[in-house]
């Protein structure tokens, strides 16, 4: 059974810039929730995605968004790229909004110079 | 929201001593703690999880202990071995309703290191 798929792993952009980033969770999962990465904050929600709706967000400006599609594949858009949005870019999945067990994904790793 | 405090940012352990970590949560209504090792350059992985009606459990060297009524949870690994040296996080899952409001708060992490 294949996991937690992100693409790309590695991204670098340049400020003012944006950004899309792809998960493609396990096959059965239609929650996909979103986490941000730092060394200083830890991991961070961004938000939940489930049967293509938006459930629960986090403390992230609107520059941060998402979508899900019918295929429960997910992408987060960060548009007008800031220096301190470099961070490793989590996704992960679970059977549904609600149910126990996150899979994390391998991450993307965004550098903005 | 929630509130997750871990301690200690970093421990060190020798080779078969025991390792604790420490969390506290602030919402009472948090129902689920997962525990996930993260080693360099990986992804978190999930290693042991509690739900809030069950005050320990365990897993061969792993297990976990919540106190709801002191809203803390911890980590327990005993043997060490070097390849128990990662990040750990603990994490609680606020309750929510309805579907919704279901979100994990992690905390800081605790980079353990096992020396040989």
């Known amino acids: 059974k294949a996991g937690v798929t992100q693409t790309p792993r590695y991204l670098i952009k340049t400020r003012g810039q944006q950004v899309t980033l792809s998960c493609s969770p396990i096959s059965g999962h239609r929650s996909v929730s979103w986490y941000q990465q730092t060394p200083g904050q830890g991991l961070q929600f961004l938000f939940e995605y489930f049967s293509e709706t938006q459930r629960n967000k986090g403390n992230f400006p609107g520059r941060f968004s998402g979508r899900q599609f019918s295929n429960s594949r997910s992408e987060m858009n960060v548009s007008t790229l800031e220096l301190g949005d470099s961070a490793l870019y989590l996704c992960a999945s679970s059977l549904g909004t609600g149910v126990y067990g996150y899979t994390f994904g391998s991450g993307t790793r965004l550098t903005v110079v | 929201g929630e509130n997750v405090e871990q301690h200690p940012s970093t421990l060190s352990v020798q080779e078969g001593d025991s390792a604790v970590i420490k969390c506290t949560y602030s919402d009472s209504a948090s129902n689920y703690f997962p525990w996930y090792k993260q080693e360099l350059g990986k992804r978190p992985q999930l290693i042991i999880d509690?739900?809030?009606?069950?005050g320990e459990k365990k897993d061969q060297r792993i297990a976990v202990t919540l106190n709801k009524t002191a809203k803390h949870f911890s980590l327990h690994i005993t043997e060490t071995q070097p390849e128990d040296s990662a990040v750990y996080f603990c994490a609680a899952r606020e309750g929510g309703s309805g579907g919704s409001n279901y979100k994990l708060t992690f905390g800081k992490g605790t980079l353990l290191t096992v020396n040989p």
């Open positions: 509690i739900r809030s009606n069950v």
